[in-house]
């Protein structure tokens, strides 16, 4: 089993940038394809951005393209969603989550449904 810990977000202007993080509890990050995803109030959960265990490949939304960059530090058990040119749109709570299952392909990286655990979720508001 593995427990998410998200810290990071909180208020920032448009146009600013945040850095979200995720530590990830056990020894078995390395075999997780790990996601970002965001809900903002009323609207469904949306998949923001992904990147496979080994951190070769990362696939993003349209929304964020360009401007939010996903990584992740194997050895210290940690996700990262680095957010340049904040958007007031982009205000939401932001989970991290982790999946067995996705494994590298893009379509299930992208569902949330491929994900087995979960974080606490962090709040990011953008201010216009």
């Known amino acids: 089993q593995v427990q998410l810990v998200q810290s990071g977000g909180g208020l920032v202007q448009a146009g600013g940038s945040l850095r979200l993080s995720c530590a990830a509890s056990?020894?078995?990050?390395?075999?997780?394809?790990m996601g970002w995803f965001r809900q903002a109030p009323g609207k469904e959960r949306d998949f923001v951005a992904g990147i496979t265990n080994s951190g070769g490949s990362t696939y993003y939304a349209d929304s964020v393209k360009g401007r939010f960059t996903i990584s992740r530090d194997n050895a210290k058990n940690t996700l990262y969603l680095q957010m340049i040119s904040l958007k007031p749109e982009d205000t939401a709570v932001y989970y991290c989550a982790a999946s067995k299952s996705a494994s590298g392909v893009g379509v299930l990286i992208r569902r949330g449904s491929s994900y087995d655990y979960w974080g606490q979720g962090t709040q990011v508001t953008v201010s216009s």
């Open positions: 056990g020894r078995t990050f390395n075999m997780y394809t």
